[in-house]
Structure formats: structure tokens, C-alpha cells
T-cell receptor
Framework: DTEVTQTPKHLVMGMTNKKSLKCEQH?????MYWYKQKAKKPPELMFV???????INESVPSRFSPECPNSSLLNLHLHALQPEDSALYLC??????????FGSGTRLTVV | GDSVTQMEGPVTLSEEAFLTINCTYT??????LFWYVQYPGEGLQLLLK?????DKGSNKGFEATYRKETTSFHLEKGSVQVSDSAVYFC???????????FGGGTRLMVKP
């Protein structure tokens, strides 16, 4: 298995909703990443987990809450989002100093 | 800090034309360099990479050579196809960590 799987592919949520994005990999990668990508822009790093511990938080608002329950799974919990948070959310994984493998993303729309 | 600059798009070519997408970088030390491709509605796929000066990365007919003297990593393909239409991102990874710094992306449109 050489893929990073993200679910759901599309998500529409209201500003008062709570939802979660899920990311899974079975490549034995111990680093996992969340990126946010707005239209016609490059991905922006949000969080990095290394060996299931949060190692980097790029000053992301607390309405985004990451979680890494085990070495294969990464979640992003969403609460009280704003319309400007609408974007493509990409998950990636890698070996410690290896190439990042990206999932196909969750396209989030906040209404 | 590290930065990557790509030519602005869109780049519009006819099928079988020659492609060049310019990429230059600023970084301390000796970064690794990457090209990622993003097809419509999808995530990023690693297209090719080079880890040291004068290395040439190649994949699917695309090539790029790591030029330290000009701090460049230009992407080339001899004959593009309609299926190559996508957004191409140049990126670097500084050896101090495993973080990627992306360029702004270049949209390529290939017409039949």
C-alpha cells in the first residue's frame, strides 16, 4: 500500500458545526502533515506530527484541532469555522527525512 | 529564509511542443529540489527530484537539472501531451528539516 487516503473527499459544513477530516497511511511513515491549499495557491503547512507527537504548529487558529491516535491515522477536527476557511485540505506522510506522499485532499466548503 | 520562485502562468502550448517551466531558489546549505504536479481536483504527486548539485531528475519524459551555480531547477519536456495539463509546483527541502518550501505554481494548458 503506497497511498495516503483522505476522507471525505468533499465536505460542506455550517459555521456552528463540528466535523472531522481523516487521513490514513499504511506505509510505516512516522511523520504526517496537514496542509491547507486555497485556489490557485501553493499548499501551506498547518501541522506536523512526528512519531505521533505534534512537532510543528504553524500558528493555526484553535478552531482547527489535529489529532494523531496512532502511527497510521491523522485527524483534523473542525469547529466554528469561517467561510474563509473553505479550501482543499491535504494530508501527507513521509519517512523521517523522506519524500512527502500526498493524499488527494478534502475539499471543504464552509457556509 | 528559504524561497522558491517560479514563472507565472498560465503556460499554453500546443500538443508536441517543447516545455520549459523556470524555477529558481534561495536557500542556505544544500537543499533537495522537487517538482510536484497537481491534476485538476487532485492532490500533489511527486514528479521528480534531485538531491545534490548537477543531479538530473527525470520521470514520464520530464527532466530537471539541479544547477547550484544559477540556483535553478527548470522543468523541461520535449513533447507535451494534452494529459500533461496540470499545475506544476517547484519545491525545496532544506536538509535542516523535512519541511517543503513551495513556489507559487505554474498552470500548464496543452491544446490538441
Amino acid at each position: 500500500d503506497t497511498e495516503v487516503t483522505q476522507t471525505p473527499k468533499h465536505l460542506v459544513m455550517g459555521m456552528t458545526n463540528k466535523k472531522s477530516l481523516k487521513c490514513e497511511q499504511h506505509m510505516g511513515h512516522r511523520a504526517m502533515y496537514w496542509y491547507k491549499q486555497k485556489a490557485k495557491k501553493p499548499p501551506e503547512l498547518m501541522f506536523v506530527y512526528s512519531y505521533e507527537k505534534l512537532s510543528i504548529n504553524e500558528s493555526v487558529p484553535s478552531r482547527f484541532s489535529p489529532e494523531c491516535p496512532n502511527s497510521s491515522l491523522l485527524n483534523l477536527h473542525l469547529h466554528a469555522l469561517q467561510p474563509e476557511d473553505s479550501a482543499l485540505y491535504l494530508c501527507a506522510s513521509s519517512l523521517a527525512q523522506g519524500d512527502l506522499i500526498f493524499g488527494s485532499g478534502t475539499r471543504l466548503t464552509v457556509v | 529564509g528559504d524561497s522558491v520562485t517560479q514563472m507565472e502562468g498560465p503556460v499554453t502550448l500546443s500538443e508536441e511542443a517543447f516545455l520549459t517551466i523556470n524555477c529558481t531558489y534561495t536557500a542556505t546549505g544544500y537543499p533537495s529540489l522537487f517538482w510536484y504536479v497537481q491534476y485538476p481536483g487532485e492532490g500533489l504527486q511527486l514528479l521528480l527530484k534531485a538531491t545534490k548539485a548537477d543531479d538530473k531528475g527525470s520521470n514520464k519524459g520530464f527532466e530537471a537539472t539541479y544547477r547550484k551555480e544559477t540556483t535553478s531547477f527548470h522543468l523541461e519536456k520535449g513533447s507535451v501531451q494534452v494529459s500533461d495539463s496540470a499545475v506544476y509546483f517547484c519545491a525545496l527541502r532544506n536538509n535542516a528539516g523535512n519541511m517543503l518550501t513551495f513556489g507559487g505554481g505554474t498552470r500548464l494548458m496543452v491544446k490538441p
